[in-house]
């Protein structure tokens, strides 16, 4: 598992420095915001999205069951491995809106361009919209999210990209300003709350 990690993490690193390079910066633009690698926050998850048999209408999407939501992901890239038994990755595609499959083949890895690498070009690159939706079966998914190291400054733009806030910006504080507003974050916060108010009361019963 840290063997794919770290070739995930060079995978992810040879990428960012072909897309500097093509909007005409360094290659090693974007290296100092993930040294030393054993520094940044870059995630291995391993994903099981069990069968939506019986699904409440919220989940459902015209002829689709929802297991995911659309979303962006915060990180500057994310690649996922793709395998023939586990299709129902659908992106958003942003010319005309339409929902499209993600194809999926033995040996390729499916790559979404996250928030962060799109703020760096000026949106030039577009965060990839994407959800998981169910296949009337259990469904596996090892996504990599390449993200910087917390202390990194991560407010910052390719050459010729003008940013309007030129503050300082760390990724650990910007990750959690974007988390926070997530709804499994909004989730847990009410959940801890009636429990803090369920602990009260019965503390204040006895």
């Known amino acids: 598992m840290e063997n794919y990690h770290d070739i995930m993490t060079e995978t992810s690193l040879e990428i960012l420095r072909l897309i500097a390079e093509g909007f005409g910066a360094p290659s090693d633009f974007y290296t100092s915001i993930f040294s ?7 995630t291995l998850r391993l994903i099981h ?14 002829d689709y069951v929802i297991q995911t939501a659309e979303h962006h992901d915060s990180t500057m890239v994310t690649l996922l491995a793709t395998f023939p038994e586990y299709p129902g990755l659908q992106v958003r595609w942003w010319q005309d809106n339409s929902i499209i499959d993600v194809p999926h083949k033995p040996g390729h890895l499916v790559m979404n361009i996250g928030d962060l690498l799109s703020h760096t070009t000026g949106g030039k690159l577009k965060a990839t919209k994407h959800r998981v939706v169910d296949t009337c079966g259990d469904r596996l998914s090892v996504p990599f999210f390449m993200e910087p190291r917390f202390d990194a400054n991560v407010n910052v733009a390719l050459p010729g990209e003008t940013l309007q806030d030129t503050t300082t910006r760390n990724y650990g504080p910007w990750l959690f300003e974007k988390i926070s507003k ?5 989730d847990l916060i009410r959940r801890l709350s009636e429990m803090e108010k369920s602990e009260t009361k019965d503390g204040q019963s006895m």
Do not use: Q, V
């Open 182 to 186: 997530w709804a499994e974050y909004e």
């Open 49 to 62: 999205y069990p069968a939506r048999p019986n699904p409440p209408e919220s989940a459902r999407d015209g």
């Open 36 to 42: 030393p690698t054993n520094t940044s926050l870059s």
